[in-house]
């Protein structure tokens, strides 16, 4: 009897064996452990704040021109207001009025009477600028402008037009304006500028005009508590896997951090870090444009800005970009401290990337004092005098503020000078050079 069932017994036996296999088969393919993602370390790679594109990207001057004067300013607050005012307007039908403008011409677009004209430190892509004024053309010119100006008519009945002006390809595209109160923003621009300096242009033969102060200017000078940037935020920023960065002393002035792939060095004498990821180097030609939003989206990416920094200088054939320190409108420059943030550009990330890493505690200062500059119709003649070569080389005559660090500790001094733009580079006028020395750089 037994025997009888014995096959049956067995095929029963089988399939639950097969049915268990299936089970734990199943299980397993579908199990999803649970973790507990407070047990997963998370690195905070944000330094500073983000910035959007018309934070960065900016007028450093305003010219207004009348029948009868010329006015200007550097102040930050009055350039936004103006800006914002024009944020409204419909800008539209871009068009290329003049191919080959000549230096005469252009200093004629711009001391015009009833304009104002707006002066950037590096030519602004028209594909940036859309970001930040409303144009409705689907399609802009693939050009750049470093002049912006607003042109109107003393007839009430006629619009405004804009002209877009790049001095280094001397092309000039016009453009209509929409949706604008001619008469109110006339009106209050006249209210706004109505304090300002007088400016003079000077004029000079097959050269753009320089526009320079007429009379001295009181300002002050600043010292201001440093604060150091711990380099291991920009290590856990810029490399990818941070706990695998190895970190090596550079003597006692510097620190090496390196991984299988980049190298960030970090000199503690001028407050100054470069960071290189070798092989993302590129010989290839950038576009304008792209390495802007590029450079800004990096820095955005680890909350970069650590102060008021301005784009200020572009290299499309190198990749470059770089940003300026800027304070209370003006530039900064320093023989012993890093002011400016550079970077350069490879194989769809950023190639070479230095900066300063240190902050400026602004909202109080240590130290503050009033000082008289002379007016930059002094300065202009004072080089003139030294130099008839040197003063025919100049591209700008601005002030800005020299950063030097003080005898105390943790302590920097900004102290306002004039300087002078030849070939990309400013110079100080150092007080050596006002008190009659040799005429020299620094």
Known sequence: ???????????????????????????????????????????????????????????????????????????????DDILNSMKSWEIHAVQL????????????????????????????????????LNFSDYSLPNASFDRLIVAWSQVPSETMNLYFISTTTQKVYMANISNANRENFVKS???????????????????LSLYVTASPRIMSSYSYIIEDIAPEKFKNALFTTPSLVRSNPLGVSGQEYTDDSALMNVDFLFKRLSYVHPASESDHVGKADELIQQSLNFVNEHNGWTNDYRYSRINTSTKQVSYQFYFLGMPVFSKDTATDITQYWGTNRVYRYIRPYYTLNVSKPAKKREVQLQSGQDIYDLIHSLSDKKVSSIDDIAIGYNLSQDDQPKVLNLEPSWYYLVNGSWTRVTPELLGGGKFGLE
């Open 189 to 207: 621009l006249k209210k706004q500028t109505r304090d300002l300096p007088e400016y003079n242009e000077i004029e000079r033969v097959n050269r």
């Open 97 to 132: 009025v003049n191919n080959q403008a000549s230096d005469q011409q252009i200093n004629e677009y711009t001391k015009a009477p009833n304009r104002m004209t707006f002066f950037f430190p590096a030519e602004v892509p028209f594909k940036i600028y859309d970001s930040i």
């Open 1 to 79: 009897m037994g025997l009888k069932y014995i096959e049956q017994v067995k095929s029963v036996i089988l399939l639950l064996l097969i049915l268990l296999s299936l089970t734990l088969t199943f299980t397993i393919w579908t199990y999803s452990p649970s973790y507990n993602l407070n047990d997963t370390p998370v690195v905070d790679i944000a330094i500073a704040e983000k910035k959007r594109m018309e934070d960065v990207v900016k007028p450093n001057r305003l010219l207004f021109s009348q029948e009868d004067s010329l006015n200007g300013s550097e102040d930050t607050q009055m350039i």
